[in-house]
C-alpha cells in the first residue's frame, strides 16, 4: 500500500509535541506541503511555519531553513507577516548564526514578489540587534535592482562588526555594477582602511565589478588611489588577499613600475595560486612575457603536484584570448604532452585564439 500522506493539520498538531523528533518531522512535513500542487495547502503551510517562527522558544534555525529551501514564490498576502516574523525570530541569534543567512534569502524573496516590503528591510538595516542587521544587509544583495535605492544605506554598516559589515560588502559587490557611482568611493575605501576578511571582500566586490565592466565592454570605471591600496595588498599574509589583489592588479589597465616590481617578486610566491595570478596579472599589463609565461609553464608540467596544475588552470579561466598571444606557444607544447584535465583544459583555450 503506498504510504500515507499527512495533512497540513496533522503536521500542525505534531509541531505542538513533546517530542523534538516529531516536532523535527513535523517542519519536514510542512516543508514538503510548500511545494503541493494544492494552493490553499501551501499558504496554510506558510501560516503555519510563520507563526512557529515567531513563538518565544522556536526552533529558529529548522524553520527559516525550510522557508529558505522551499518557499517560493512567497504570497503577497503574506509579505507582511513573513517580513515581521523573520525580524522577531533572528532578532533571538547571534549574528554569527548560520541561520541567519536563510534569513536574508528569506527576506530578499519575499521582497522580490512584494517589493513594498524594502521598506521593512530599510528599517531592519539599523536594528538595534546585529542578527536582524546582517540579515537585512545581506538581504539587499539578493533583491535585485529593486535595492539600489538601498546601496547607500549599507556604507554605514561596512564599519559595523564583522559579520553584519561582510553581508553588506557582499551586498555591495552584487550590486555595484547597477550603481557604480555609490558603490565605488566606498568599496576603494575600504581597500584603503580594512584588514582581513573585510579586506578581501572589499577586493573581492571591486574585481567583480572592474570584470563585468570589461566583459559587457563598458568604460573601466575610475580607479584613482587604487593603486597605493593594492601595494599592501599585494604583500598581505593571507593568500585568498594576495590572489584578489593580484587579479585587480591585472584589471587596472596600468600600472607603475613600482607596483609591476612588486608584482614580479609574487612570480616566486610559495602559494601556486598566487603565483598564477602574478603571472597573468603581468601579462594582461603587458610586462615583459618571458617570466610569467616560464612560471605558468612550470606550473602546468607538475604532473605530480596537482596544485599546481590547477592553480595554472585557475589562473587561465576567463581571461580573455588576446592576454594569450605571447603565451600560445608554451599552452601549445604543454597540451601537446599532457593529459586528462589537463590537456583538455588547454585543447579549449588554444580553439578561442584561433
Sequence with gaps: MPKRVRSVDEWVVLLSS???????LAVEGL???????DGMARERAAEVLLEALARPGAAVGPLLSVLQSAWWPPPVRLAGTAMQAVVVAVSTLDAANAAVEDAAFVLANVCRVAPAQCAAVDAALEHPRPAVRRAAAGAVGRMGEAA???LPRLIPL???EEDVAGAALESMGALASLA???AMPALLEHIRTAEGARLYLALTA???LVEDARREGRPLPSLQGLEASLHRAVKEGESAIRVEALTLVGLMGAASAELLERVSGRLEDTNPSVAACAAVALLRLGAPSQAPVALLEFQLRAVE???QQAAALSALEDVEPATWVHARDMLKRVADTASGPTRDALRALLEQLV
Excluded: F, Q
Excluded at 513533546?18 to 523535527?24: D, G, I, L, M, N
Excluded at 516543508?31 to 500542487?37: F, H, I, M, P, V
Design 18 to 24: 513533546p517530542s523534538a523528533s516529531e516536532r523535527e
Design 31 to 37: 516543508g514538503d506541503a510548500l511545494g503541493a500542487e
Design 148 to 150: 539600489v535605492p538601498l
Design 158 to 160: 561596512l564599519d559595523d
Design 180 to 182: 557604480p557611482g555609490v
Design 206 to 208: 571591486l574585481r567583480s
Design 305 to 307: 603536484a596537482p596544485e
